[in-house]
T-cell receptor, first 113, second 113 residues
Framework: GESVGLHLPTLSVQEGDNSIINCAYS??????FIWYKQESGKGPQFIID?????DKRQGQRVTVLLNKTVKHLSLQIAATQPGDSAVYFC????????????FGQGTELSVKP | KAGVTQTPRYLIKTRGQQVTLSCSPI?????VSWYQQTPGQGLQFLFE???????NKGNFPGRFSGRQFSNSRSEMNVSTLELGDSALYLC????????????FGPGTRLTVT
């Protein structure tokens, strides 16, 4: 069946280091993938997305990599800051399913000062 | 531009009662999706509305229903509440452009006792 899973439930990094959050997906028919950040008491916040015809996309301090061969998605955060501490979710979408997002379980990122 | 707003933010109900949650999307956004978030199941898609029509539906019982008004505001209703319905209910809006980028509200925390 469809699923989007995360390799690690928690990740702890030192302030200033780079963070890598991983995600595995099982449905090769997905059209695009999105990373969300959720802080305590708030709704998920869109970070970056990538279409299935791309393998890399960069944003401000973030890079998403898509490896369709092994069905793997990663989010890289450069120079991690305390404000990056949150739970990160990957999600997938298929264009013929409109706004339906399938979310992974989430990885909690903790940034140590 | 104002973000997605949800009311109420917190709600306590008793088993067997019904509840209505409200969501106002970002101005100009025509798609509204609803998600249920629990510690055990994570973020799960409930349904999506676009132009007052339900476009997609997740795997939830018929007790969960929704609607969308001509101004794109949306409501979801849960009838005959069960303890397991306790969750954070999130609403997300999208302009329904090319990438279905969704913006989430802060959620309504529903507690069923």
């Amino acid at each position: 069946g469809e699923s989007v899973g995360l390799h690690l439930p928690t990740l702890s990094v030192q302030e200033g280091d780079n963070s890598i959050i991983n995600c595995a997906y099982s449905n090769s028919a997905s059209d695009y993938f999105i990373w969300y950040k959720q802080e305590s008491g708030k709704g998920p916040q869109f970070i970056i997305d990538i279409r299935s015809n791309m393998d890399k996309r960069q944003g401000q301090r973030v890079t998403v990599l898509l490896n369709k061969t092994v069905k793997h998605l990663s989010l890289q955060i450069a120079a991690t800051q305390p404000g990056d501490s949150a739970v990160y979710f990957c999600a997938e979408n298929k264009y013929n399913q409109g706004g339906k997002l399938i979310f992974g379980q989430g990885t909690e990122l903790s940034v140590k000062p | 531009k104002a973000g997605v707003t949800q009311t109420p933010r917190y709600l306590i109900k008793t088993r067997g009662q019904q509840v209505t949650l409200s969501c106002s999307p970002i101005s100009g956004h025509r798609s509204v999706s609803w998600y249920q978030q629990t510690p055990g199941q994570g973020l799960q898609f409930l349904f999506e509305y676009f132009s007052e029509t339900q476009r997609n539906k997740g795997n939830f019982p018929g007790r969960f229903s929704g609607r969308q008004f001509s101004n794109s505001r949306s409501e979801m209703n849960v009838s005959t509440l069960e303890l397991g319905d306790s969750a954070l209910y999130l609403c997300a809006s999208s302009a329904v452009g090319d990438t279905y980028e969704q913006y989430f509200g802060p959620g309504t925390r529903l507690t069923v006792t």
